[in-house]
């Protein structure tokens, strides 16, 4: 029913493999650390009952993320070529219609689309590194800072600035392909990134707040629990690991046959899950000594921290490491969200790996400018207005809507039941080398447990 591995690991010395499991783990891990555990997860923990609500992500984690992460990697290492091809092999060595990688297709689609306005928002995290560093925030007020962030906002010329500079980061080390420029940069990057985060960390445990916030994140209080806040857990265990977003594939068809799938998997979301974690422990307690709301939205990051951090000794110090981790985080994420189209656009086109990621590159960052525009000028423009569910949101937020509540849980579900209903049960087993009952229970639930909660999940996402 499938093709033997040799067949399937055709081309490999022309596509090139990471140089070591490490290598590959430290990219996945980049790719799943990013603003969601930095920026997202410890607003959403504050609005959903703190410790409570980490139980539920940590088991949406376990029951969904990771399932669905082995079977994005097994597409992509089977299939050997971008994640569209990579998933049409698949299907025909199963005997299963090609039609099956519209799932490839809706995740690359998500992805470009989402690196258009998340470079937008790196660039917030760029610009507010120098904003640290020259003390801007010292002594600074509630209207002072929240002056400065819409200040930004509030200007075209600053946000076009910033975000071609994010963007072009994130070209310049895709461009480089695998070795010199994607394992490259995630082995410098992360170490980095690891290292800042424990910084601030250890800074948060001289507030004075450290034992409230470790507290309120692991204690759990589950009348403040309610079924969005399970719902916001289960798409947020989507976001975090980059799921549905054809990211894992193009990642997988670099991966080795002498690498576990499975266990591979359960250490990118260990380290992904120690990061989230890590980061409420360098957030809350700066927030609660400032008598601050941990539960503010996205301002957090970028109206609260900085009222903070400018309001305590060395902030101007931390502050800056803070906002450098958060574009460490911004940065390898972007990176791969572009990977998967620019390996797609290099292997359909004649165009080089270099060729590739510019046009990808430039194509994405004139997308971005719609988002900066909807933040200033076209703040009065809602596209979708005429409809209730979607009054009031600007063309920023309905690319976010649709891509994080629609477009990811779509190739999700699609992927798992693809995996679990159309794959041979055989090959699971030889590729993703799960012994006896660690594979039974990953196929029990990718088949039953996966599709049915994000089913749950679409379906919510679709009438809320």
């Avoid at 409420?280 to 009222?307: D, R």
């Avoid at 900066?372 to 063309?395: Q, R």
Wanted: hydrophobic content about 55%; aromatic content about 12%.
């Amino acid at each position: 029913m499938t093709q033997s591995n040799s067949a399937a690991d055709s081309g490999n010395g022309a596509r090139g493999l990471w140089s070591s499991k490490f290598a590959f783990i430290l990219a996945a891990t980049g790719s799943a650390v990013g603003l969601g555990n930095i920026w997202k997860f410890p607003y959403v923990t504050g609005e959903n009952g703190g410790g409570a609500f980490v139980l539920v992500y940590l088991l949406c984690i376990a029951i969904i993320g990771i399932p669905i992460m082995m079977a994005e990697v097994f597409i992509g290492r089977n299939g050997r070529h971008n994640p569209i091809t990579s998933f049409r092999l698949v299907a025909e060595r199963n005997l299963a219609s090609p039609a099956w990688r519209v799932s490839a297709i809706v995740g690359m689609l998500a992805a470009f689309i989402i690196l258009s306005f998340y470079s937008v928002i790196g660039g917030w995290a760029a610009s507010y590194i120098g904003h640290a560093a020259m003390g801007d925030f010292t002594g600074g007020t509630a209207e002072s800072v929240g002056e400065l962030f819409g200040g930004l906002l509030g200007s075209p010329i600053q946000l076009l600035a910033w975000h071609t500079v994010f963007m072009a980061l994130v070209v310049l080390v895709v461009s480089r392909g695998l070795k010199g420029g994607l394992e490259r940069a995630v082995t410098i990057l992360m170490p980095a990134l690891f290292l800042l985060l424990l910084l601030v960390v250890g800074y948060a445990t001289t507030t004075g707040h450290f034992g409230e916030a470790v507290s309120f994140l692991f204690t759990p209080n589950f009348e403040a629990l309610t079924v969005k806040g399970v719902l916001v857990a289960l798409g947020h265990a989507f976001f975090t690991l980059s799921l549905g977003m054809a990211i894992m594939m193009a990642y997988g068809s670099y991966l080795g046959r002498d690498v576990s799938i499975g266990r591979t998997a359960v250490s990118v979301a260990i380290m992904d899950t120690v990061v989230a974690l890590l980061a409420g422990l360098a957030i809350f307690p700066v927030v609660f000594a400032n008598g601050l709301e941990a539960g503010a939205g996205p301002g957090l990051i970028f109206q609260t921290l900085p009222l903070a951090f400018g309001n305590m000794p060395m902030g101007s110090l931390f502050g800056t490491l803070f906002f450098v981790l958060l574009l460490f985080a911004a940065w390898t994420s972007g990176i791969s969200l572009l990977e998967p189209v620019v390996e797609w656009v290099e292997e359909k086109t004649s165009l080089a790996r270099t060729g590739s990621a510019i046009l990808v590159g430039v194509l994405c960052w004139a997308l971005g400018i719609v988002s900066i525009l909807s933040l200033n000028v076209w703040s009065d423009v809602t596209p979708l207005g005429m409809f209730a569910a979607f009054e009031g949101k600007t063309v920023f937020d309905l690319l976010d809507y649709f891509t994080a509540n629609i477009m990811l849980p779509l190739s999700g579900l699609l992927t798992a039941i693809f995996v679990g209903w159309f794959v041979a049960k055989e090959s699971l087993k030889s590729d993703l080398a799960l012994q006896g009952g660690a594979f039974s229970l990953w196929y029990n639930l990718i088949r039953f447990v996966t599709p049915i909660a994000v089913a749950i999940v679409f379906v919510y996402n679709l009438t809320a």
